[in-house]
């Protein structure tokens, strides 16, 4: 008959350690890499590590770092935080805003020089347009300005009025304040100790005046001479334009005369143009 496994001998009682079998091949351990809810239990740690864990991985996760921003370089997680944009003024770059404002400033400096510049070419046109004016009235053939000419602005009215300015009296602001009777139409004898460009006949008479103020305080020794005095003068209008003083040869329209001068010493003018005397009176 045959045994039966409970017939086998019973192993007897010992204190000796088991003895374990090793494998035939090594133990390898292994997991699902498609799921790794299978490898790792997930975890919540969001009180004591202060960030939270993504749903079905087990994969705690700090706070301020999620899967929707990826890195190459720190596994898969950067920071969320939105790129700090650029600085803007005027909703423009500052780059921008620096080359508008620099156009603004330099189109303004060139509209105000282009005004600036207009506004002087205006008035000199102007200027030269009265001038043009006063000298054009009338003229000769030969383009000079005539004894009738009308230069009432700067002739006291001789050109306009000459019997009823003639004989009136002019007394200058300085220099002693000495008095003219003016002669209109009429020349002065004897050769210029002095000319001058003046913008007008009281011009001339107060330029009289200065020539004998200065001349015996800064020519002492020459104060008792003929020339040390201006007695008279002579104006021509005119040649206040240099134009028609140059093509006369005239160094100015301005000429003072020294003395003795009186009326019956005046001439009539034979220049072309008109001419006005006046003479200093003694006595004054």
Not at 14 to 40: D, I, L, R
Not at 138 to 161: L, V, Y
Not at 172 to 186: E, R
Request: with cysteine.
């Amino acid at each position: 008959m045959a045994p039966r496994y409970d017939e086998a001998p019973e192993v007897r009682e010992h204190t000796y350690p088991e003895v374990h079998q090793p494998p035939t091949a090594p133990e390898v351990a292994s997991y699902n890499q498609s799921s790794p809810s299978s490898a790792y239990k997930p975890i919540d740690d969001s009180t004591t590590q202060g960030g939270f864990s993504t749903p079905g991985t087990g994969v705690v996760v700090p706070h301020g770092y999620g899967p929707d921003h990826q890195s190459p370089t720190y596994g898969g997680w950067t920071n969320p935080e939105p790129p700090k944009a650029s600085k803007r003024i005027l909703g423009c770059s500052i780059l921008v805003f620096i080359l508008s404002l620099t156009i603004a400033i330099l189109s303004a400096a060139v509209i105000g020089l282009a005004a600036g510049v207009g506004v002087e070419a205006s008035r000199a046109n102007t200027a030269e347009a009265r001038l043009a004016t006063l000298n054009a009235a009338d003229t000769s053939s030969s383009g000079t300005p005539s004894s009738t000419s009308n230069f009432s602005s700067i002739d006291r009215g001789c050109g306009t009025n000459s019997s009823g300015v003639t004989g009136t009296n002019y007394t200058t602001y300085f220099f002693n304040n000495v008095t003219y009777t003016i002669y209109c139409n009429s020349d002065t004898p004897y050769d210029p100790i002095q000319s001058f460009w003046v913008g007008n006949f009281d011009d001339c008479m107060d330029a009289c005046a200065s020539y004998s103020y200065f001349m015996p305080r800064d020519f002492s020794i020459n104060s008792t001479l003929l020339n040390a005095t201006c007695a008279g003068l002579s104006f021509i209008p005119a040649w206040t334009n240099r134009t028609f003083a140059d093509a006369g040869g005239a160094p100015g329209n301005c000429y003072l005369k020294p003395g003795p001068q009186n009326t019956t010493g005046l001439f009539t003018p034979t220049i072309g143009s008109a001419v006005h005397a006046a003479i200093l009176q003694i006595n004054s």
